[in-house]
Nanobody
Framework: QVRLVESGGGLVQAGGSLRLSCAASGSIFSINAMAWHRQVPGKQRELVAVVTSGGSTNYADSVKGRFTISRDNAKNTVYLQMNSLKPEDTAVYYC???????????????WGQGTQVTVSS
């Protein structure tokens, strides 16, 4: 079993900053890509940012220059630093990880429970 737990969401004014964290735990042999997605009610979940095990990153155009994804491989944790937040960034943010489990060496895709980010104008 693999568990992803997000933290750091909340309410912030436009122009402010938040830092999200997501820690993976359980039967982990290795973690490949880790990512953040977000979803607004009534809309599809969208990819915000992804970081590979080697540290390469990619971002949605809507967050480039404002958000930074990073990871601490020793802690199996991924972060999302969000600056210059806009009301349109309001969403539930989900952590996602591509994990090889230790007990069977099988690769699987895992999700966290989500954390609410609300940006007021």
């Amino acid at each position: 079993q693999v568990r992803l737990v997000e933290s750091g969401g909340g309410l912030v004014q436009a122009g402010g900053s938040l830092r999200l964290s997501c820690a993976a735990s359980g039967s982990i042999f290795s973690i490949n890509a880790m990512a953040w997605h977000r979803q607004v009610p009534g809309k599809q979940r969208e990819l915000v940012a992804v970081v590979t095990s080697g540290g390469s990153t990619n971002y949605a155009d809507s967050v480039k220059g404002r958000f930074t994804i990073s990871r601490d491989n020793a802690k199996n944790t991924v972060y999302l630093q969000m600056n210059s937040l806009k009301p349109e960034d309001t969403a539930v943010y989900y952590c996602n990880a591509d994990v090889v489990t230790a007990w069977d060496r099988r690769r699987g895709n895992y999700w966290g429970q989500g954390t609410q980010v609300t940006v007021s104008s």
